[in-house]
Protein backbone atom coordinates (compact mmCIF):
# COMPACT_ATOMS: atom_id res chain seq x y z
CA UNK A 1 0.00 0.00 0.00
CA UNK A 2 1.58 3.20 -1.25
CA UNK A 3 1.08 6.39 1.49
CA UNK A 4 -1.57 7.75 -1.01
CA UNK A 5 -3.51 4.61 -1.11
CA UNK A 6 -2.61 5.03 3.15
CA UNK A 7 -3.66 8.66 3.10
CA UNK A 8 -7.22 7.95 0.47
CA UNK A 9 -8.11 5.31 2.98
CA UNK A 10 -8.02 7.13 6.06
CA UNK A 11 -10.10 10.09 4.63
CA UNK A 12 -12.57 7.98 3.91
CA UNK A 13 -12.81 5.39 6.96
CA UNK A 14 -12.19 8.78 8.90
CA UNK A 15 -15.53 10.98 6.95
CA UNK A 16 -17.22 7.59 7.22
CA UNK A 17 -16.92 7.96 11.22
CA UNK A 18 -17.28 11.78 11.22
CA UNK A 19 -14.20 12.25 12.25
CA UNK A 20 -11.12 14.95 11.22
CA UNK A 21 -9.31 13.00 8.71
CA UNK A 22 -5.80 14.88 10.32
CA UNK A 23 -6.50 13.26 13.68
CA UNK A 24 -6.94 10.07 12.36
CA UNK A 25 -3.70 10.37 10.41
CA UNK A 26 -1.60 11.61 13.28
CA UNK A 27 -2.85 9.00 15.42
CA UNK A 28 -1.61 6.04 12.76
CA UNK A 29 1.76 8.16 12.54
CA UNK A 30 1.85 7.88 16.37
CA UNK A 31 0.68 4.46 17.10
CA UNK A 32 2.55 2.32 13.82
CA UNK A 33 4.33 4.60 11.78
CA UNK A 34 1.89 3.73 9.19
CA UNK A 35 2.61 0.31 9.19
CA UNK A 36 -0.40 -2.13 8.83
CA UNK A 37 1.71 -4.96 9.91
CA UNK A 38 2.61 -3.49 13.72
CA UNK A 39 1.34 -5.78 16.30
CA UNK A 40 2.01 -5.09 20.29
CA UNK A 41 1.92 -7.89 22.84
CA UNK A 42 0.76 -6.35 26.27
CA UNK A 43 0.85 -9.44 28.68
CA UNK A 44 -0.47 -7.46 31.71
CA UNK A 45 -3.62 -6.07 29.89
CA UNK A 46 -6.86 -7.60 32.04
CA UNK A 47 -9.58 -6.58 30.16
CA UNK A 48 -11.00 -9.30 28.33
CA UNK A 49 -14.34 -9.93 25.64
CA UNK A 50 -16.47 -12.83 25.71
CA UNK A 51 -17.08 -13.59 22.25
CA UNK A 52 -19.85 -16.44 22.81
CA UNK A 53 -21.74 -14.09 25.07
CA UNK A 54 -21.15 -11.37 23.62
CA UNK A 55 -20.12 -9.34 26.62
CA UNK A 56 -17.21 -8.42 29.30
CA UNK A 57 -15.77 -11.25 29.96
CA UNK A 58 -15.53 -11.98 34.18
CA UNK A 59 -12.53 -9.99 36.31
CA UNK A 60 -9.03 -11.83 35.70
CA UNK A 61 -6.85 -13.13 38.77
CA UNK A 62 -3.69 -12.41 38.82
CA UNK A 63 -2.60 -16.16 39.06
CA UNK A 64 -4.86 -16.31 35.60
CA UNK A 65 -2.83 -13.69 34.07
CA UNK A 66 0.31 -14.83 34.72
CA UNK A 67 -0.78 -18.30 33.01
CA UNK A 68 0.45 -19.37 30.43
CA UNK A 69 -3.11 -20.71 29.31
CA UNK A 70 -6.48 -19.24 29.29
CA UNK A 71 -9.00 -20.10 31.69
CA UNK A 72 -11.13 -22.94 31.18
CA UNK A 73 -14.03 -20.92 30.33
CA UNK A 74 -12.54 -18.26 28.17
CA UNK A 75 -13.54 -19.26 24.08
CA UNK A 76 -12.24 -18.22 20.95
CA UNK A 77 -13.98 -18.15 17.89
CA UNK A 78 -12.37 -20.57 15.64
CA UNK A 79 -8.89 -22.24 16.42
CA UNK A 80 -7.24 -22.83 20.01
CA UNK A 81 -8.76 -20.48 22.51
CA UNK A 82 -5.19 -18.97 23.84
CA UNK A 83 -5.40 -17.63 20.71
CA UNK A 84 -8.29 -15.59 21.08
CA UNK A 85 -6.81 -15.23 25.00
CA UNK A 86 -3.49 -14.28 23.54
CA UNK A 87 -4.55 -11.77 20.63
CA UNK A 88 -6.97 -10.15 23.01
CA UNK A 89 -4.12 -8.95 24.78
CA UNK A 90 -2.15 -7.57 22.07
CA UNK A 91 -2.35 -4.14 19.86
CA UNK A 92 -2.91 -4.54 16.04
CA UNK A 93 -2.53 -2.89 13.44
CA UNK A 94 -2.28 0.76 12.38
CA UNK A 95 -4.21 2.31 14.63
CA UNK A 96 -3.12 -0.45 17.50
CA UNK A 97 -6.41 -1.26 18.52
CA UNK A 98 -6.50 -4.03 21.14
CA UNK A 99 -8.19 -6.87 20.30
CA UNK A 100 -10.54 -7.17 22.94
CA UNK A 101 -10.96 -3.90 22.14
CA UNK A 102 -11.92 -4.43 18.75
CA UNK A 103 -14.51 -7.58 20.14
CA UNK A 104 -16.04 -5.53 21.64
CA UNK A 105 -16.74 -2.60 19.01
CA UNK A 106 -18.18 -6.03 16.97
CA UNK A 107 -14.89 -7.41 15.04
CA UNK A 108 -16.25 -10.88 14.21
CA UNK A 109 -13.59 -12.56 12.24
CA UNK A 110 -12.10 -15.57 13.11
CA UNK A 111 -8.28 -14.36 14.21
CA UNK A 112 -7.71 -11.47 15.41
CA UNK A 113 -4.73 -11.32 12.92
CA UNK A 114 -7.20 -9.75 10.36
CA UNK A 115 -6.80 -6.28 12.41
CA UNK A 116 -3.86 -6.38 10.54
CA UNK A 117 -5.65 -5.42 7.28
CA UNK A 118 -5.84 -1.93 6.62
CA UNK A 119 -9.38 -1.40 6.09
CA UNK A 120 -10.36 -3.51 9.06
CA UNK A 121 -8.01 -1.60 10.98
CA UNK A 122 -9.04 1.82 10.17
CA UNK A 123 -12.52 1.10 11.07
CA UNK A 124 -12.13 -0.29 14.05
CA UNK A 125 -10.02 2.36 14.97
CA UNK A 126 -12.42 5.08 14.11
CA UNK A 127 -15.56 3.40 15.73
CA UNK A 128 -13.28 3.74 19.03
CA UNK A 129 -11.91 7.12 18.41
CA UNK A 130 -15.13 8.30 17.88
CA UNK A 131 -17.10 6.44 21.19
CA UNK A 132 -14.33 8.28 23.04
CA UNK A 133 -14.77 11.82 21.47
CA UNK A 134 -18.76 11.11 22.27
CA UNK A 135 -17.73 10.03 25.91
CA UNK A 136 -15.74 13.07 25.89
CA UNK A 137 -18.66 15.27 24.62
CA UNK A 138 -16.28 16.44 21.73
CA UNK A 139 -13.02 16.46 23.66
CA UNK A 140 -10.30 15.55 21.00
CA UNK A 141 -7.84 15.56 24.18
CA UNK A 142 -9.42 13.81 26.34
CA UNK A 143 -10.63 11.50 23.81
CA UNK A 144 -7.52 10.94 22.66
CA UNK A 145 -6.02 10.17 26.08
CA UNK A 146 -8.73 7.35 26.59
CA UNK A 147 -8.06 5.62 23.28
CA UNK A 148 -4.43 5.41 24.18
CA UNK A 149 -5.02 4.54 27.88
CA UNK A 150 -8.54 4.06 28.82
CA UNK A 151 -10.90 6.06 30.46
CA UNK A 152 -9.72 6.27 34.03
CA UNK A 153 -7.87 8.97 34.78
CA UNK A 154 -8.59 10.42 31.24
CA UNK A 155 -11.74 12.41 32.13
CA UNK A 156 -12.37 15.52 29.99
CA UNK A 157 -13.35 17.67 33.19
CA UNK A 158 -9.93 16.75 35.32
CA UNK A 159 -6.19 16.05 34.50
CA UNK A 160 -5.65 13.52 32.13
CA UNK A 161 -3.46 10.88 32.80
CA UNK A 162 -2.41 10.30 29.31
CA UNK A 163 -1.80 13.95 28.43
CA UNK A 164 1.53 13.41 26.55
CA UNK A 165 0.14 10.77 24.22
CA UNK A 166 -2.50 13.29 22.99
CA UNK A 167 -0.33 16.22 22.99
CA UNK A 168 1.86 13.51 20.53
CA UNK A 169 -1.16 13.37 18.61
CA UNK A 170 -2.28 16.43 18.27
CA UNK A 171 1.42 17.77 17.11
CA UNK A 172 1.69 15.66 14.20
CA UNK A 173 -1.97 17.93 12.87
Not at 68 to 78: E, S, T, Y
Request: with cysteine.
Amino acid sequence: MTSGDLRALIDTTAAAHGLDPAIVLALVQVESSGNPWAWNPEHRYRYFWDVARNRPFRAISALELANQFPPPDFNGLAGDDDNEWWGQQASWGLTQIMGAVARELGFTGHYLTALCDPAVNLTYGCMKLKAELTWTYGDVRAALACYNGGRAGNAPSGPLRNAGYAARVLART
